[in-house]
């Protein structure tokens, strides 16, 4: 992403008569900053965006898993469905998920359609419609495995235990606080590396920090590099590394 940077008109004609040869207008009123905050006559203001980034191996896996399961009724269609719910469970369980990181998602009971005509009493035939002949349940449960080296066998054991619908699985850092402030300190030295830089370029130095505002940032972008490895039979998968992000708009004081 390029740096978004806004300069006051104020700070461009200051920068633009410095860089002419040509001495500073006569001192004005202070100038208000966005927070409300003056910075001194003469002076010139800057505003700069800049982002910082951490990365760090992936401790949680993020999917979902879940049965699909039809019947002549509904009630036949839930029994067959719960049936092989439980076994689903009790196999995640198996695998040493926690109770805590296996949450119902999704629990539907859907009819399911069919289009008839009519009997050839007349021809040709009149269609009458959809009807009715049988039932869907769908179960779903969001879960959270934190023991990353046995996510491929999980996957394997849960489709032998009846779970016909897998996604996933997203990698994620269970504790990212460290990760963050990490990206924070990164997005305020590059927000001061280009204050120095355009300061510079218009004869002017950084006088101070005058206000930092931090937005958007703090998700993680999974699978971004290719290096840790979960490995199964069946179901290889590459846990990568994960993106922390921090994005800060930090406002500068310039003075000749």
């Known amino acids: 992403m390029r740096p978004a ?36 006559p003469g002076n010139a203001m800057l505003t700069v965006s800049a982002d910082g980034q ?23 269609a839930l029994a067959a469905n719960s049936q092989a719910m439980t076994a689903v469970i009790a196999e995640l369980k198996k695998a040493g998920v926690q109770s805590r990181d296996i949450q119902t998602s999704n629990l ?4 399911l359609y069919e289009e008839q005509t009519a009997q050839p009493t007349v021809r040709p035939r009149h269609p009458i419609g959809p009807v009715i002949i049988g039932y869907q349940v769908a179960n779903q449960v969001n879960v959270r ?6 996510y491929g066998a999980t996957i394997d054991a849960l489709v032998s235990a009846g779970a016909n619908q897998i996604n996933g699985p997203s990698f994620t850092v269970d504790d990212p606080a460290a990760a963050l402030d990490e990206a ?3 997005a305020i030295k590059a927000a001061r590396a280009r204050a120095d830089l355009y300061a510079k370029a218009a004869g002017l130095r950084v006088l101070r920090i005058v206000s930092i505002a931090e937005s958007g940032g703090g998700y993680q972008q999974p699978m971004m590099f290719a290096r840790a490895k979960v490995m199964s039979a069946a179901a290889p998968v590459e846990a990568g590394e994960v993106e922390l992000a921090a994005h800060v708009t930090v406002q500068f004081e310039l003075a000749p």
Do not use: N, W, Y
């Open 54 to 76: 951490a990365h760090r191996m992936p401790d949680v896996a993020v999917f979902s898993a879940g049965v699909t399961t039809q019947g002549k009724t509904a009630s036949a």
């Open 5 to 40: 940077l806004l300069v006051t008109t104020r700070a461009l004609l200051l920068a633009g008569a410095l860089l002419a040869g040509v001495a500073p207008l006569a001192a004005h009123a202070a100038s208000s900053t966005t927070d409300g905050s003056q910075i001194a």
């Open 145 to 150: 495995q934190r023991k990353l080296d046995a």
């Open 184 to 186: 924070r300190l990164e």
């Open 108 to 111: 539907s009971v859907s009819p």
